[in-house]
């Protein structure tokens, strides 16, 4: 049965749907959530997550709101991140606050399996990387 | 990082509970949670102090998350969508440390685990479960029915392989069914009968891995012979013979018994390999018709010249010896047995006489366990109707609910319509009353249900659009699950009554141009893959879909 199953690929809106119930339920890891910003959008593009500063940063503490838009040709293409909060880290231009996906390499390797969850949760690690975790942080704000 | 969620988990009842609120999850920054129950309408702010007499933090400096959004005190819970069973995320604020575990969370006791299960559906990894809960309620009997096919139309026949184990017991009902004018020309059909084959997902796999096995099928005579065998155990038996005194000439000369072994390698293995992997699939022999028709095909022969039955067991132990005049042993006996999948115990011992290539007698049985998912997945009433038209059909019909015998068997096999009969005798007196069954079956009957029916089914599909889907299964209100069964009952009862497949020559695409069209509006636009899975699954787009996902999440 496997033989003719590896070709077959979850269409978007399946796979969106399963990551929203996900987001709703909290499966999964706790430190991250996330959800769609309107509930009517039949295509499900705007998304908001959010980091909780992971403890022994200076992350600690804070909570980071992101927004991840989903094309339609997600997942076969990631979503474009764009953190919300005001955050000092490598993989963020400090301008636009978009997460670059040629310093993200989860982005720039994108594969389809890849959740938006992964996306934050791997932001999180980013987080606690040596290189992050002692940057100095604007204070707290959008 | 999340390993730490079910360290602990407690539940405050009681405290918001006569208002009618809903109950929600609290799941904390360092893993615990814990449940409350609210009022959508209040306040954030005033949720939060709720949760302040329940867990370590003040209110002020709870901060909560939902969907990844921070709820702000003056909005209300439902301004953000909040409901029933969903998850908000408790982070402390302004507090350096967030690692304390509320006191509660030690005192109470952990009851319930009421975490995602029950409306789980979507976010299972399995495609099954997103299937159920994208369509609740659709199917609530054929879930055991996987990748089988047992559609939309006859789940209510779940347990096919009593039919045709029933079937087997009484070779008389296997011969006259086969005997019936219907089935009868698609015998003499090769192209439909090959198309029947084809159409069986495991058939087909065994027939790309085995080239060989196609030119079994291509030939229409070697077909024909096999089914005529199927109907007419003098024949069988005769052919088993035959075979048999072939075989013992192959293993009296030299190098015979490596053929035969070559034989063996190449031929029953892959069909057993087949039967197994469907097995393991899909638990029960309906499953996996390949394997119910060996058992069907051994059944009906042990019933009918129980000689082979008493013989094969002892000879195997003979093994090889010198050339005799017996029917020799069935070399595979064993490892036929050894496959497992079959429940009815007649059908063990597997007789010799499928030597000549043994998968192609099981052949014969195709016809019959095949044709009701086929049946199933003819979703347009219009297709249903033309088949009711057909003369043939109706006569069979007419021919089965003439017999009270048949309708009896049939409506015992199905355990709704017995559980229905043993609360309303009034009602089984009705269906054994052939002048009232031949009403209920006559084509103008038949259709109205029909129309019922699909009306019924486009109202269900309705109500499962994926947006009452994110609610999971608990939209299928129970006034839908009664006509579900209402609904299967039908289905069920057509199933028994008649089965002959649809337009078989009509190319698949055209055959199922409506559920393709469904399944790329879904976003599915693998054509070619659509089509099988409408295949596999005789045209059931639920059934296909959950196919499909299944498939890839493998």
Known sequence: ?142 | MGAGGDSSESRLGGNGGGEGGVTVNIRCSNGTKFMARTNLESTVGSFKALLAQNCDIPADQQRLIYKGRILKDDQTLQSYGLQADHTIHMVRGFAPSSSIPPPSATTNVATDNTTPGVTRGIGSNDGAGLGASLFPGLNPLGGGGGSGGFGLFGSGLPEFEQVQQQLTQNPNMMREIMNTPAIQSLMNNPELMRSLIMSNPQMREIIDRNPELGHILNDPSILRQTLEAARNPELMREMMRNTDRAMSNIEASPEGFNMLRRMYENVQEPFLNATTMGGNNGNTPATNPFAALLGNQGGSEAGSSPINTSTTGSETAQGQTSPNTNPLPNPWSNTAAGGGTQTNATARPNPAGDARTPGVGGMGGLGLPDLPPMLNGMPDASQLTQLLQNPAISQMMQSIMSNPQYMNQIMNLNPQLRGMFDMNPQLREMMQNPEVLRQMFSPETMQQMLALQQSLLSLNRQQSTPDSAQTGGTTAAPGTANLDLLMNMFGGLGAGGLGVPNQPDVPPEELYATQLSQLQEMGFYDTQENIRALQATAGNVHAAVERLLGNSGQ
């Open chain 1, 1 to 142: 049965m496997g033989s003719e199953g590896s070709s077959v690929v979850v269409p978007r809106n399946f796979r969106l749907l399963e990551e929203l119930e996900r987001g709703e339920k909290g499966i999964g890891d706790g430190t991250v959530s996330y959800g769609m910003d309107d509930a009517d959008d039949v295509y499900m593009q705007s998304w908001t997550g959010t980091i909780i500063g992971p403890p022994n940063t200076v992350h600690e503490g804070r909570i980071y709101q992101l927004k991840l838009f989903c094309g339609m040709d997600y997942p076969d293409n990631p979503p474009s991140v764009r953190f919300q909060s005001l955050i000092n880290m490598t993989c963020v231009n400090p301008e636009t606050k978009v997460v670059e996906p040629s310093l993200f390499p989860m982005l720039a390797n994108w594969r389809r399996e890849y959740t938006m969850e992964d996306i934050l949760t791997q932001l999180k690690k980013e987080m606690m990387s040596p290189q992050n975790r002692k940057l100095t942080q604007p204070p707290e704000g959008v």
